[in-house]
Structure formats: C-alpha cells, structure tokens
C-alpha cells in the first residue's frame, strides 16, 4: 500500500493499539508528570530559580528613581561613544537598570559578595535582560518593577545583552556590569 491507495481495511483507525505504543505512551505520560512535579520541587531546592518581586510603576517614575541613583552614586564615566555613568552604589543597596531602546542603563559596578537588589523595568517596551555568562534571564516590561536578589560570587565584567527582539538596533542592546573584589 502505499499513500494514494485507499487502505485495505475501511476502518483502519479502530485497530487496537500496539503494545509498544502503549508503553510510550505510559512512558512520555510518567515523565510528563515528572517534569510537571520539578518545577514547583526545583523552585524550592535549585538554586537558579530567581523568586522575584513585582511592582507597577510608571515609566516616568522609574526613570527618575534610576537617576538618583546615578545622580549620587557616579564613580566615573564609561567608555564611549555611549559614555555611560559607571554607577558604584554602596554594598548591599538597591541598584536600578533601565531598559530602553536601545540600552541597558547606566553601567552598574558591584561588590563580590554583596547582596543587592536588582531592579529593573523597561521605559518604552518588552525587552529581555541576559545575563552573561552566568545565565539569568528575566522578562523586562515596561509598568512593572522586577527586584530580583543578586549576590555576584564571582569578580569581572558580566554582559548584560536584550534577548527579546524590540526592534532595528536590538543586537547593539548590550551592557556591562562589573563585579569588583
Ligand atoms: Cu531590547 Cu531586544
């Protein structure tokens, strides 16, 4: 038989099922339910699940928040041609990164073995902040504030890179956070 001749028996789909079909099945089954249990189980017992807080808030206020920090806690001057504040704000603080067409902003420089609080928002639309090579990845909208606890254990320089495509320049929507001993 082959696809274009009709199959032999009329009712060809009311066979019973195949032994071994059915043990894939009970197979993929069992395992779905052991992937449906890890997730709650690894939340509480992995430790790369980020539990994080959200909050609304506007664009406007989030910006301006983000620019007291940067405002009072600037060390020095990134490279250009972005020329962005190097912020260094006091261990253990709240610490703000604005995304932003096309930017992570400002520069952010942390102390190994301090415990911040990252917050982040988006002031225009949906980005993804990255963060590499330690692969955290959290969804970045504007209206909501992400605070996420961050204990960098490792010294030097992380990418941050935008792994939701928001448009013409999204490639070039990279920055970098320091980790300083
Ligand atoms: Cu921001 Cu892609």
Known sequence: MTSISPPKNRLWWNEPIEKVE??????????????????????????????????????AAYLAKTQAMVDQYTVRTGPAPKNFPVVHPPAGS?????????DWWPILE???DQTYRVHLSSIDWQHGFSLQPAAIN?????????????TPNKAGDYSVFCNEYCG???HTMINTIHVVE
């Open 22 to 59: 059915l043990i894939w099945i009970t197979l993929v089954f069992l395992w779905g339910l052991v992937m449906a249990f890890m997730m709650p189980y690894w939340h509480v017992a992995g430790n790369q699940n980020l539990s994080n807080e959200t909050y609304k808030i506007t664009p």
């Open 94 to 102: 709240d610490v703000y990164l604005v995304a932003r067409l096309w």
């Open 110 to 112: 942390l102390e190994k």
């Open 138 to 150: 959290i969804q970045v909208v504007p209206d909501y504030e992400h605070v996420v606890s961050l």
């Open 168 to 170: 013409l320049l999204h």
